[in-house]
């Protein structure tokens, strides 16, 4: 890489992780609204697996995926985003309107620009913004983390060994919130129950009422359903009458087959989703996250963190379901 250049993974169309290449391209410009950022560290997310596969139509390739990173500043059009300053970005558009942070390098929108003060080292640092933020959202949305800290409350987090579900899991013990999460793979049980999970349950693809009821007989007052399409209206049976799904994952897929909200809603029962669209410019709770983790309040899972010529391997390890918790790129 010479001083105007810089490596890069580019998807260059859609298909397997082999259409995922590195490739030497121009340090992009700064313009009018926009920051230049050195990345130091980047997560890995199922969207960017879907965006490769193909399932985001609105997607032009080629493409440099990544819908989050950490890094520094290194020019800016914000007087408020001086050089040196300590950044996370995620969402509004990166990795799909305009290039991500699968990069040395991005140009990105002020408005995207959170500043951070920490002491955390990067490939720590690059775990949080995306999974956090998407994790904190969707318990705030459901309602549990003002109620866990009101009352004894209980949560079933489905697809808690994916990097969302183990920051979920991290936050409800946090807040002493009675846990239960689902897995697929007995191998993973102890990964869940070191990241603060009170209960663990076989995921064997069927209903989970038998298995639950056994542990909490009215059913849990919340369910955070990070599998989404295939789970969500047996999610809806299982939590207590007058409690609340909060759908924020789409591991399944998008769309319920044959969705029918007034035969597969219980009267009462409350039925919400949480888009990690919402977490862009969230400063002040990605700050607080950062600050818990500094404090060791918050304990973040870290599969693997691999450099920019492993991108398509750990894609893969993603697809084939061998990950628990966050993968990381640092640049």
């Known amino acids: 890489m010479s001083e105007t250049t810089m490596r890069a993974v580019v998807c260059v169309r859609a298909g397997g992780p082999e259409v995922l290449e590195i490739a030497e391209r121009p340090i992009p410009q ?70 991500g942070g699968y990069a040395e390098f991005a140009v990105l929108p002020n408005a ?11 490939h720590v640092l690059a775990a949080l913004p995306e999974t956090y933020l998407t ?57 869940l129950i070191a990241s603060g ?24 007052d919340y369910v955070l359903d990070l599998v989404g399409a295939r789970t969500a209206v047996d999610s809806l049976r299982v939590v207590r009458r007058g409690g609340t ?27 919400t989703a949480f888009h990690s669209e919402e977490c862009a410019g969230s400063t002040a709770v990605l700050q607080r996250i950062v600050d818990s983790v500094e404090a060791g309040v918050l304990h973040p899972n870290i599969d693997r963190v691999v450099a920019l010529d492993d991108i398509a391997e750990a894609h893969r390890r993603m697809e084939n379901d061998e990950a628990t918790g966050k993968l990381v790129v640092l640049p």
């Open 245 to 271: 799904v909060c759908v924020a994952g789409s591991l399944s897929g998008w769309l319920i087959p044959d969705f029918e909200p007034i035969a597969m809603i219980p009267s009462g029962t409350g039925l």
């Open 112 to 122: 995207l620009l959170m500043p951070i003060r920490t002491t955390l080292p990067w």
């Open 30 to 99: 700064v313009r009018p609204g926009w920051s230049l950022v050195r990345v130091r560290g980047a997560g890995v997310n199922r969207s960017e697996l879907r965006t490769r596969q193909g399932h985001s139509p609105a997607v032009g390739f080629p493409r440099v995926l990544g819908i989050e990173c950490v890094g520094d500043v290194v020019a800016s059009t914000d007087p408020n985003l001086p050089e040196g300053t300590t950044v996370a970005a995620v969402m509004g558009g990166m990795g799909r309107e305009f290039d």
């Open 197 to 220: 999970a009170d209960h663990v349950l076989a995921d064997d693809g069927g209903s989970l009422a038998e298995a639950v009821h056994a542990i909490w007989p009215e059913g849990p």
């Open 135 to 191: 994790a904190h959202g969707a318990l705030a949305t459901s309602g549990v983390l003002s109620a866990g800290r009101q009352r004894a409350a209980r949560l079933l987090i489905r697809g808690g060994t994916s990097s969302v579900g183990m920051a979920a899991i991290s936050l409800a013990a946090a807040e002493g919130i009675d846990t239960a999460t689902t897995t697929r793979r007995p191998a993973k049980v102890s990964a």
